[in-house]
């Protein structure tokens, strides 16, 4: 039974709800079967024998989550970030994500992504891929075989869209189903419907892809209210639909999964009330935000008053850097850019509070990840070289410099299910 389990003993910290960091100085994990089995400051007798992996001035936190990248754009990040949103679409990414139609260029794109992805840290994410489905299986299983859990989109487009990227709706469909239907079953690794967002999907597409979502029990990742205009061209996308997420409730699109909405920057209480109801995540971007978005998210005020869950994601290649612990950083300082812009509505976040949407909330959509409290899998990395010389950091500081200042090469261990993985 003991060569089963693993002990650590250092600096711990992890979120112990969506406000509030746990911080364990000097203490010991007991990792049993890949899951934490307690945390304590002495060790429990009965695992004095169990080897031991001392983390010195090292910090161990959960893996993170990114619940909202397009492992297609990662050939286009740091590009074109000039451009504001439909420009930056039309000129940089549908070129780019038409590519995918070569399986070597997707093969060779989305093992470099993933890879990265891994480097960072990131272990659990919501994926976009194309329109291209034999990519898109590529794509999930490589994610598969490198332990992720993940969900992956084949995106849908019918409509407003270029010619070269612009898919007929019956095929669309028809594509899509192939595509969830041959991936069911695996617990780690899921198929989820991704129409890209309102604009480019017709009624019939969306009212198709809520059948798929019915008889395959599938959940939905798009972009949700994302500019001004977006969110008025939802009104009138056809008749009978109120606000961008009232589409996906009448085709029937977000009660057969996790849901998943990224940006959520110009909400109407409509598409709260929507939200709330079916439990559904936002994901703020506040990278891509920065780069082709002209618009903050309320972060602040959907979860402190709104009660409102908040995951993060990189939204590569609108977002230029995979990590989501910049991410995290990122959208403190954006919160308090809205906080000076609107002082009326709403405070800043905190860094617990950005931290938390990185790793629990973001968690939240996959299977016991997020956190390192007892019960959680052992998804989790050790952060090291964060302090300077005879400048010792509390551990709660070395995880906010990580964040701030640090890169890849501050992460020294990564484990999967309580397994140190080596790229
Ligand atoms: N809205 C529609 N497509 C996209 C995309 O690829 N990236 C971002 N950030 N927003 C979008
Ligand atoms: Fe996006």
Redesign the pocket.
């Known amino acids: 039974m003991l060569e089963k389990t693993k002990i650590f003993h250092g600096d711990i910290v992890y979120s112990a709800d969506r406000n509030t960091l746990a911080v364990h100085e000097n203490s010991y994990i007991v990792v049993k079967d890949g899951f934490v089995e307690g945390i304590s400051l002495v060790l429990p007798e009965e695992y004095l024998w169990a080897d031991t992996v001392e983390l010195g001035r090292g910090v161990l936190i959960p893996a993170f989550s990114d619940l909202h990248i ?1 492992a297609s ?1 990662y050939a286009q990040r740091g590009i074109g970030m000039d451009r504001l ?1 439909f420009d930056w ?1 039309d000129s940089y ?1 549908f070129p780019q994500e038409a590519r995918y139609a070569d399986p070597e260029y997707a093969r060779a794109m989305y093992d470099a992504a993933t890879l990265s992805m891994m480097k960072c840290g990131t272990f659990h994410a919501s994926i ?1 891929t194309t329109i291209h489905r034999a990519a898109c299986d590529y794509l999930f299983e490589r994610v598969r075989s490198l332990g992720m859990q993940a969900y992956i989109g084949k995106v849908n487009m019918d409509q407003n869209s270029p010619d070269f990227l612009c898919e007929d709706t019956s095929k669309s469909l028809k594509e899509t189903e192939a595509f969830v239907s041959s991936h069911t079953g695996d617990p780690r690794v899921k198929p989820i419907l991704t129409p ?2 309102s604009p ?1 999907c017709s009624e019939p597409l969306m009212k198709g892809l809520g059948r798929i979502a019915a008889k395959y029990c599938t959940g939905l990742q798009t ?1 949700l209210v ?1 500019s001004p205009a977006e969110a008025e061209a939802a009104k009138n996308w056809a008749p009978g639909y109120a606000c961008d997420s009232d589409i996906y409730e009448k085709c029937g699109l977000l009660e057969h999964g996790p849901v998943i909405f990224a940006h959520v920057i110009f909400p109407e209480e409509r598409d709260l009330d929507i939200i709330r109801k079916y439990n559904c995540l936002t994901v703020h ?1 506040p990278e ?1 935000t920065t780069n ?2 002209a618009g903050i998210m309320k972060a602040e005020r959907l979860l402190s008053e709104d009660n409102i869950p908040i995951a993060l994601g990189s ?1 590569i290649g ?1 977002g230029s850097s995979p990590a989501v612990y910049h991410q995290a950083a990122l959208a403190v300082q954006l919160s308090k850019q809205r906080e000076f812009y609107f002082p009326e509505e709403s405070g800043h976040l905190t860094f617990a509070q950005a931290f938390a949407m990185a790793t629990l909330t973001g968690g939240s959509a996959f299977d016991h990840v997020g956190s390192l409290a007892p019960g959680y899998r052992f998804d989790a990395l050790v952060l090291d070289g964060l302090e300077d010389p005879m400048s010792p950091l509390s551990p709660a500081e070395k995880l906010e410099r990580f964040c701030y200042c640090g890169t890849d090469a501050n992460i020294v261990k990564r484990y999967i299910d309580g397994k140190e993985i080596f790229l």
Do not use: S, Y
């Open positions: 397009h754009q949103l679409l990414t976009f890209r967002f480019t972009h994302e971007c891509a082709v978005i939204d609108g």
